[in-house]
Structures are given as structure tokens and as C-alpha cells.
């Protein structure tokens, strides 16, 4: 099951060998999870689209030109994608605790970005959190951490 995901997400990466370099795959998932919350309403604004970039810039230390890659791959994943399986797989085998809790912070800041918290959003950060074994104080405290700045 692990090989098929990494042979799924290597499409994406042609310049990376999957096996090799897991923080590729981990950034990978992680940018398709934040296009799920981004597209979940139905609506993609502008704002939304550069606190996703600005958001995997911090968080995987990449310059505009690469972040801007790595959203577009992360886009067509996404597209691609049945289920969020395929990418909280990759985060339950590649992220500890902590990393699963600042996933879900960067979930909201993506979510918060047009200054409006829609249900869609906020469902589909809680089945992630789900997914990825985050527990619900932690979901909580870390929805409250990114709307309280």
C-alpha cells in the first residue's frame, strides 16, 4: 500500500526519487490537504492563494518560485485524488505528534485567510485532524492559536 502511494505522489515529483526523499512527499501531501481546505468553499480568493503560498514557504524553508511549484503539483494531486488517505498515509508515517499539530494550524491559517471561516472548512480540517490522529483539544487549542492572531 505504502509503495502504491509513493509511486502515486512520485508522478508528481519527476525530479525526486520517492523512496529517497520523503520531506518531498511529506511537502506534497501537505500542500494537497491545504488546496482541499482552500477549494472546500467553493470559493478561491486571492488572499486564500497567498497565505497558501506564504504558509509553505515558512514551513518547508522554500523561495517564491519553488513554493509556487510545489502548490501547483500539490493542485493536480489534489485533483487527482479519491480520498485524503493518500496524503495523511504519507503524514501518519512521516510526521511526529507536534508536526501533525502544526499541519492542522496551517489548515487554519489557510482557512481564516479571506477572514471568514466557512463549515466546509472547518469539516474538512476536522476529518483530517481525524485522519492524521491529531486529538480534539489539539485541533481546538490549535484553531484558537491561529484565530486569536
Known amino acids: 500500500m505504502i ?7 512520485a508522478a508528481f515529483l519527476p525530479e525526486t526519487d520517492a523512496d ?8 506534497l501531501a501537505s500542500a494537497a490537504l491545504m488546496v482541499e481546505v482552500l477549494i ?12 497558501l503560498i506564504d504558509v509553505l514557504k ?20 489534489q485533483h487527482d485524488a479519491t480520498d485524503y488517505f493518500r496524503f ?3 503524514i501518519n508515517e512521516l510526521c511526529k505528534p507536534d508536526e501533525k499539530v502544526t499541519l492542522i494550524e496551517n489548515l487554519w491559517r489557510v ?3 479571506d477572514g471568514e471561516l466557512h463549515h466546509y472548512e472547518e ?13 480534539h483539544r489539539d485541533f481546538i487549542n490549535a ?3 491561529v484565530s486569536e492572531t
Open 3 to 9: 509503495a502504491k502511494l509513493k509511486s502515486f505522489l
Open 20 to 27: 529517497e526523499n520523503p520531506q518531498a512527499l511529506l511537502s
Open 40 to 51: 472546500s468553499d467553493y470559493e478561491r480568493k486571492p488572499e486564500e492563494n497567498d497565505t
Open 58 to 77: 515558512n514551513t518547508f524553508s522554500l523561495n517564491q518560485a519553488t513554493a509556487q511549484a510545489l502548490l501547483t503539483q500539490a493542485e493536480k494531486a
Open 88 to 90: 495523511t498515509s504519507q
Open 111 to 113: 482557512a481564516y485567510a
Open 123 to 135: 469539516h474538512v480540517i476536522r476529518r483530517i485532524a481525524d485522519l492524521i490522529h491529531v486529538s
Open 143 to 145: 484553531k484558537l492559536r
